[in-house]
T-cell receptor
């Protein structure tokens, strides 16, 4: 079946603008994760959704970051008033939930804040 | 928070040779996973080893886990040019907490033809 998809693939924005990044997880996967990867670095965990439960937002770097997941499927990560340090690849992953198994990653959204 | 650390940071070998990468971590884990990343985009899951397992194989991949030393190794045998990528270990904490996986900074592997 289809894998995790993310849109847009690339996003260039001006400092101070808001951006929305979208993630479509694998059908049937109840867990959804957002990560951020800066150039040459490992992944930084941002937020996790399990089904329709309220997410744990403790990994979000600032209150400019928010995320929602509608109907336990598609998720949107919103960054308000973007800053240059927000430039990174934003990766979404899904998994089958509380089994704590493999995560399946999307291709990512490369965000550049000018 | 704890973090996996891969070693070496970069590795260049000839095609056909074996490549070994190591990962160390700091606290107890539920499982440890290895991922591959090409060209800085999406990660591909390679193998998962649970805390009560010591060795696992998948094709040309062999993973070991030593919980007493809090370390793991990934061996790729008979390397190919297509194995050129960054390899990350990721640790999953026990208790099913909402922390996601904790990734190291990766080993960049280059296979010379």
């Amino acid at each position: 079946g289809a894998g995790v998809s993310q849109s847009p693939s690339n996003k260039v924005t001006e400092k101070g603008k808001d951006v929305e990044l979208r993630c479509d997880p694998i059908s049937g996967h109840t867990a959804l994760y957002w990560y951020r990867q800066s150039l040459g670095q490992g992944l930084e965990f941002l937020i996790y959704f399990q089904g329709n439960s309220a997410p744990d937002k403790s990994g979000l770097p600032s209150d400019r970051f928010s995320a929602e997941r509608t109907g336990g499927s598609v998720s949107t990560l919103t960054i308000q008033r973007t800053q240059q340090e927000d430039s990174a690849v934003y990766l979404c992953a899904s998994s089958q939930g509380r089994l704590r198994g493999a995560q399946y990653f999307g291709p990512g959204t490369r965000l550049l804040v000018l | 928070s704890q973090q996996g650390e891969e070693d070496p940071q970069a590795l260049s070998i000839q095609e056909g040779e074996n490549a070994t990468m190591n990962c160390s971590y700091k606290t107890s884990i539920n499982n440890l996973q290895w991922y591959r990343q090409n060209s800085g985009r999406g990660l591909v899951h390679l193998i998962l080893i649970r805390s009560n397992e010591r060795e696992k194989h998948s094709g040309r991949l062999r993973v070991t886990l030593d919980t007493s030393k809090k370390s793991s190794s990934l061996l790729i045998t008979a390397s190919r040019a297509a194995d050129t990528a960054s390899y990350f270990c990721a640790t999953d904490l026990p208790g099913g907490g909402a922390d996601g996986l904790t990734f190291g900074k990766g080993t960049h592997l280059i296979i010379q033809p």
